[in-house]
């Protein structure tokens, strides 16, 4: 019984459409508890500004470091709590699995592509107030006119960056060979084991970590109940939910354009029609709304990120849990996007008010009316969803007219 | 299952298994079957997939550590 539950659920991979499903829920509830969106790139904009606090660079001189909110640290922060809880969760997730391996990339180009890549999506989701999650998997459940803009010119982005990285240059040099028989795998059950066990060690250290924080961390003043605690324990199940399903929202768009596959696509967008009913309740009941600015940052920020993470192989969130699995390629795109967030912060003060502040937060829930903006919210899901659909049908007709041709 | 050809797509990052492994499936002769291993967990969600839609039967998956072996019939 226990060996059936380990396979299935612990070590072999999860579908990814539940999965998605379960993620747009837990972040409604975190939402709802917590007043904070299920997001990342904030947090790590905000660990750049202390590597180059530890520089010695007066970070209070640039204003994007004051629009983050650099007060506290990443323990106090239910922001950072919950990226650690991240982290936690998609390396006992790795190790339990026996999926944890240094892996470095076979083909040197990978190097330039993580670093640039990471850099310029970095740079793209902080010109645009968010990345995959905040502007289009926690954002357009949330109403803000900005997050629609943003997942268009994305998609634009990844689309100019697949047809980049399919470039002879880019392609492994690979072709198949004959053979007589399988290749053997080396079995690793003993490393299985040892992992497993490290797996269980950090799963309850990580446990206690909660129940303590849950007791001892302070009452945020507008609210009732500690919220450290449970910050942590929505990291950790995040984390292990993206890390046992594969979660890739880079791959989305990426792949309906390269291959005609559409199974992540259509997820993320059943996801989002699951959460943003639950987010509409949230925000009835009183919880603050989260807006930004509609401005020339969201077209710019969304095609240099949409590119970004295509060339780089992975967002802000695919990267954490393949870094934690061993692939040093994501270790190369996390340095990277780190870099971005820092080049954007230490410049925005150029051009930030021009792209940016100035111009208005724009809410679907004002220009409509609540339910008015909830409804035009759905339509453009399904319209989006449709429009997958269409865009694989097209693909797969478009290949077979092209054989057709070949003959 | 014995396969006739090889793809070691192992250190090689997604999207390139699948994007190889489709460019490469059609030089086979109908039946004639191709064994796919990587080490890029992701590749769970789309080489079997990718394989299916694009008219080719996926015969067997199977993980070994790290590794994922893709046993796929033209």
Avoid at chain 1, 136 to 151: A, L, Q, R
Avoid at chain 2, 26 to 43: A, N, R
Wanted: glycine share 10%; proline share 4%.
């Amino acid at each position: 019984m226990w060996q059936d539950f380990k396979q299935k659920y612990l070590v072999g991979f999860w579908n990814p459409l539940p999965a998605v499903i379960a993620l747009g829920i837990l972040s409604t509830y975190y939402f709802g508890l917590s007043g904070s969106l299920w997001a990342v790139t904030g947090e790590f904009t905000r660990w750049g500004g202390h590597i180059l606090q530890l520089l010695g660079v007066d970070i209070d001189k640039f204003s994007y470091y004051q629009i983050q909110n650099m007060s506290g640290t990443p323990l106090s922060r239910n922001d950072g709590i919950m990226v650690i809880g991240m982290f936690l969760g998609c390396l006992i997730a790795s190790l339990w699995a026996n999926n944890f391996k240094i892996r470095f990339p076979k083909n040197k180009i990978r190097i330039a592509q993580g670093f640039i890549g990471g850099i310029i999506s970095g740079f793209g989701a902080r010109l645009a107030m968010g990345c995959n999650l905040a502007n289009f998997f926690t954002g357009i459940p949330y109403f803000s006119v900005h997050t629609w803009v943003f997942t268009i010119f994305m998609i634009i982005g990844v689309y100019i960056g697949t047809k980049f990285i399919s470039l002879p240059c880019f392609l492994p040099k690979l072709k198949i060979e004959k053979v007589t028989s399988q290749k053997p795998l080396v079995a690793t059950k003993g490393r299985a084991k040892f992992l497993f066990l490290l797996g269980c060690v950090i799963f309850l250290i990580s446990i206690f970590w909660m129940v303590w924080l849950t007791y001892s961390s302070p009452i945020p003043q507008n609210k009732t109940f500690p919220i450290l605690g449970m910050a942590l324990g929505f990291g950790i199940s995040f984390g292990f939910i993206i890390a046992r399903a594969q979660i890739c929202f880079t791959s989305a768009f990426r792949d309906l354009f390269m291959t005609g596959r559409s199974q992540m696509a259509k997820a993320v967008f059943i996801g989002m029609m699951v959460s943003s009913i639950g987010v509409f309740s949230y925000l009835m009941l009183g919880n603050a709304p989260k807006l930004s600015w509609m401005g020339p940052n969201i077209v710019l920020g969304g095609l240099l990120f949409g590119f970004g993470i295509v060339l780089a192989g992975g967002c802000e969130c695919g990267w954490m849990y393949r870094a934690i699995e061993g692939q040093v390629h994501y270790w190369i795109v996390g340095i990277g996007n780190v870099i971005g967030t820092m080049i954007l912060a230490l410049s925005w003060d150029y051009y930030g008010e021009t792209l940016a502040t100035s111009w208005p937060k724009i809410n679907l829930l004002e220009i409509f009316g609540n339910y008015g903006g909830l409804i035009v919210n759905y339509i453009l899901l399904f319209l989006a969803f449709f429009l997958i659909l269409w865009t694989q049908k097209r693909f797969f007709n478009k290949k077979i007219s092209q054989n057709i041709k070949g003959i | 299952m014995i396969p006739d050809y090889r793809l070691d797509l192992q250190g090689e990052p997604c999207p390139y298994p699948a994007i190889i492994t489709l460019q490469e499936l059609p030089k086979l002769y109908d039946g004639e079957i191709l064994e796919v291993l990587s080490d890029c967990p992701q590749s769970i969600n789309n080489i079997p997939i990718d394989a299916k839609n694009h008219g080719y039967k996926v015969l067997k998956v199977e993980q070994q550590g790290t590794t994922i072996r893709y046993l796929i019939q033209k």
